[in-house]
């Protein structure tokens, strides 16, 4: 291949890791931080709609890291790679002329907003990893820093055994050794390598006692059936049933304001027939109509690693030139002809009992001789872990099977 007559891949990397729960109120500084959550949100399910084409498996991706990966794209872009950009990601109308710092600056604050407090354990990075030879414009080299606290390092991709040992190694460190082994190949030919991770971690507001979980069935579909420990909870939860869509919805606290709010279809609804449903408008639409009330909670335990190559994904979102060799990519460096070669997304989640140590709590509010509703996950369903103060969508998936790694 000879250099001279090719663009350099441009292999873009993200890794996100959830491991459970916190949660946290906060003051909204501004509505644009509320719109920003919207467009996000509108793009994650547009995003989740395209791996639900590919497959009827389980599925789990981090939208803001994806969002906030492809935000300093945004910085580095021009002409149509630029408007492609922003209008795959949603972000046109959040656009300031002469301000071309604006959407990142609603980032950084986005994410201040989400962890101002300090008891919420949401840990987002960024990291530059550059051919020694390989020059950066720096005033985008300073807006990496700046916005999204990037780290800049130098790499002699030539070497790739010693590449992918030390990208793998920053990945681990930056997830607490959630993501590993991210990477098993790196080109020789690689100039640049942007990389995100997310991690997150924290304890359920209620926690289930561990003694209480059992194994149960749960209903793949109508012939297929798994056992999976399933975890039980007597207590008040926030509920609301959406009858158009058919399907029930649950809300889990954290603590430091983030929840998980679970999307179940009723018995003998299709959930493929919901994936074509699931908007920013109706999760807001289930937020609001979430009640309190006296509740059984019977939900498995689950475990997901799910590893997606969005370069295949994302052109069919319209961002298409990013990808060719016609990529405008001049504000991040004008010394050379680059693209984007790879999208790697790699996500995990551990969802269990999380802090019984708690759970010997009495149960406030329960009236011992009155028969409480259930809520039983016991079926394929939806989740989605979110900061309620500003509605910015962390993660998403969906379980068919949750004894599926």
Known sequence: MAVHKMK????????????????????????????????????????????????????FFSPLSISTSFAALVMASDGVTHKELLKGLNLEQLERANQPEFIPKLFQLLHENI??????????????????????????????????????????????????????????????????????????????MLINTIFFQGTWQMPFNSNFTENAPFYIDNYNVVQVPMMFKEDKFYTMEDRHLGAKVLKLPYRGGVSMLILLPNKGRDYTIIDDEITAPKFLSWVRGLTKSKMEVNMPKFKMEQSYSLHNLLPDMGMTSVFSNSANLTKLSRNAA????????????????????????????????????????????????????????LFMGRVIDPTKN
């Open 8 to 59: 350099m891949g441009f292999i873009f990397i993200l890794t996100c890791m959830c491991f459970l729960t916190p949660v946290h109120q906060a003051q909204l500084p501004s509505a644009t931080i509320s719109d920003l959550s919207i467009k996000n949100m509108d793009f994650a399910m547009n995003l989740y709609r395209k791996m639900s084409n590919y497959h009827d498996k389980n599925i």
């Open 115 to 192: 962890t101002q407090n300090g008891s919420l354990k949401l840990d987002q990075g960024m990291a530059l990893f550059m051919r020694q030879q390989f020059e950066v414009e720096r005033e985008f080299e300073d807006q990496i820093k700046t916005y999204f606290h990037g780290d800049i390092k130098t790499l002699d991709f030539a070497d790739t055994t010693e590449s992918v040992r030390f990208i793998n190694e920053y990945i681990k460190q930056k997830t607490e050794d959630k993501v590993t082994e991210m990477m098993s190949t790196v080109h020789p030919l690689t100039q640049l």
């Open 338 to 393: 680059i693209k984007v070669s790879e999208v790697l997304h790699k996500a995990v989640i551990e969802v269990d009992e999380t802090g019984t140590t708690a759970a010997a709590a009495t149960t406030i509010g329960i009236t011992p001789y009155s028969l409480p509703r259930t809520f039983i996950v016991n079926r394929p369903f939806f989740f989605f872990i979110y900061h309620e103060d500003t509605n910015c969508l």
